[in-house]
């Protein structure tokens, strides 16, 4: 998905989203529900004060166990 396309769904300004990428922006709470809405996703796995694992890791490690 791209910037636009994200910004679109999410109304906001495609520069809005680059900043929000890049950590030069915090999303408000309203904003931070809409992306995950987006996403389908709760806003915990989104958001955090704790830095995340890559997802490529995450995958990786589930593949490994089976």
Wanted: include cysteine.
């Amino acid at each position: 998905m791209s910037r636009a396309q994200l910004a679109e769904l999410i109304d906001v300004n495609p520069q809005t989203v680059g900043a929000l990428e890049r950590g030069d922006h915090y999303p408000s709470l309203d904003l931070a529900f809409r992306i995950c809405d987006v996403f389908e996703l709760p806003v915990e796995a989104v958001f955090s004060r704790e830095p995340f694992t890559p997802l490529s890791a995450e995958l990786y490690r589930k593949h490994t166990r089976t």
